[in-house]
């Protein structure tokens, strides 16, 4: 018929299959034949594929729980736990290879009587910030924690009693510097560094937080070393337990 329209349809192309192939020659009557063997896969691609999937997620959700064992949730720095896994290692290290070691601790001043002047959520943003400004301010290979309350751990690896000195007192400054709104922030700071008479990584630490009880009273907002004199380089040593 003239000026009819016509529809013209197209058959819809076959679902992709995943099959193995499998071929082989044979000799028949003199001729050669080439027969294949031809298995649908569908199911078992279907069922590798399940299990990747499933596989990628337990590994997301584990990367999750190691991160929820290790990271302070409210500050989101490491925790105590993760920062003395670590302190171990590095100390150990230290010590088989004479490498130099520190430790520093960071206490945030008045902190009690903030938290009662401005309530808890206001005392709460004072540390998430004071934590953002010490993970800014350190390196890269150091080691930020929050060690409890309003009490910070930094673990510095091959930083000596110069180095460590000098980055105590960025970090302080860092924190003082912050622009705080409600009233000024401040941290008392106290440093350890290895030496061949630390008696182990416990030791180090106790002697950083004596130093930083030190920068308390002797005024707060300042920095002090555990050692009076400039430690020297611990000498190798197999560690305990090495």
């Not at 529809?7 to 009557?29: I, K, Q």
């Not at 008045?110 to 938290?115: D, G, L």
């Not at 943003?125 to 930020?144: I, K, S």
């Not at 924690?145 to 690896?157: I, K, Q, S, T, V």
Request: hydrophobic fraction near 40%; charged fraction near 25%.
């Amino acid at each position: 018929e003239v000026g009819a329209e016509h529809e013209t349809f197209y058959p819809s192309p076959p679902a992709c299959l995943d099959v193995s192939v499998n071929g082989s020659r044979l000799e028949l009557n003199g001729r050669t034949v080439l027969s294949l063997v031809v298995r649908d896969m569908s199911a078992e691609v279907a069922h590798e594929r399940q299990l990747l999937a499933y596989q990628q997620e337990l590994e997301r959700a584990n990367a999750r729980l190691h991160a929820l064992a290790t990271t302070d949730r409210l500050t989101g720095v490491a925790n105590r736990g993760a920062f003395n896994d670590r302190l171990t290692e590095e100390y150990d290290r230290a010590v088989r290879y004479a490498h130099p070691l520190s430790v520093v601790m960071l206490d945030v001043d008045h902190f009690k009587p903030f938290n009662d002047t401005f309530g808890h959520p206001a005392g709460d943003a004072v540390l998430q910030r004071v934590a953002g400004l010490l993970q800014h301010t350190a390196r890269g290979t150091d080691t930020v924690a929050r060690y409890g309350g309003e009490e910070f751990a930094l673990l510095l690896p091959d930083t000596d009693y110069a180095g460590a000195m000098v980055l105590a007192e960025r970090l302080r400054r860092a924190v003082a510097g912050g622009g705080w709104e409600k009233r000024p922030v401040t941290v008392s700071v106290g440093v350890a560094t290895l030496t061949p008479d630390t008696a182990d990584a416990a030791a180090l630490v106790q002697e950083a937080d004596q130093a930083l009880y030190r920068s308390k009273q002797a005024g707060r907002n300042r920095v002090h070393h555990g050692s009076s004199v400039v430690p020297q380089l611990a000498t190798a040593r197999t560690p305990a337990g090495g």
